[in-house]
């Protein structure tokens, strides 16, 4: 079962920020959270992940609350092709078995013109 | 980044027949993983495939219904066997990535297949 909470969908209108929250309670002191979105009728794609910091890339930010039980995705300049489903993992990074990949229902986002 | 390619990218089959899905990969891998996506389903895990030894299944996913082969470090095959319109889905590969991708999945555009 997925380890992750997340709301089933979201709006935002274009060129705005979409913050897309992630409720982690029970995630171990070893487990990361990473964030993966799937478009349409495409494999998902890796946005982003982290431990305990803050993280940023080319396509968003990730904010880890110092409980490390909830955390937000946020990509700064929302565009109509962000429109996916977004997963929020839990996950260690030790190999073996926990590679493994556990997908929960995600967020629905709708950019909207 | 790692580019997965599969084939074929769709399918439509009649009940009780096989279908073996391929998957390549532009660099070798030690990890190979199989997913299946039902219809307004999220994603479920099936197996871990490594090169040289047996595929590891999840839970609710058996061999003999989802055989897989791993010749080599860059190409892995999973065939639905017997097939039923409960097997319609979208069926994905995926590896792990390395290096700076290291912690980093990459997945294959997916198989759609459609059982009648």
């Not at chain 2, 097997?87 to 990535?97: A, F």
Request: hydrophobic share 30%.
């Amino acid at each position: 079962d997925a380890k992750t909470t997340q709301p089933p969908s979201m709006d935002c209108a274009e060129g705005r920020a979409a913050n897309l929250p992630c409720n982690h309670s029970t995630i171990s002191g070893n487990e990361y959270v990473y964030w993966y979105r799937q478009i349409h009728s495409q494999g998902p794609q890796y946005i982003i992940h982290g431990l305990k910091n803050n993280e940023t890339n080319e396509m968003a930010s990730l904010i880890i609350t110092e409980d490390r039980k909830s955390s937000t995705l946020i990509l700064p300049h929302a565009t109509l092709r962000d429109t996916a489903v977004y997963y929020c993992i839990v996950r260690e990074n030790s190999g073996g078995s926990n590679y493994k990949l556990t997908f929960g229902k995600g967020t629905l986002l709708t950019v909207n013109p | 980044s790692a580019v997965i390619s599969q084939k074929p990218s769709r399918d439509i089959c009649q009940r009780g027949t096989s279908l073996t899905i391929q998957c390549q990969v532009d660099s070798q891998v030690t990890m190979m993983f199989w997913y299946r996506q039902q219809p307004g389903q999220s994603l479920t895990l099936i197996a871990t495939a490594n090169q040289g030894s047996e595929a590891t299944y999840e839970s609710g996913f058996v061999i003999d219904k989802f055989p897989i082969s791993r010749p080599n470090l860059t190409f892995s095959t999973l065939t639905v066997s017997n097939m039923s319109p409960e097997d319609s889905s979208i069926y994905l590969c995926s590896v792990e990535g390395s290096g700076t991708n290291y912690n980093e999945q990459f997945f294959g555009p997916g198989t759609r297949l459609t059982v009648l």
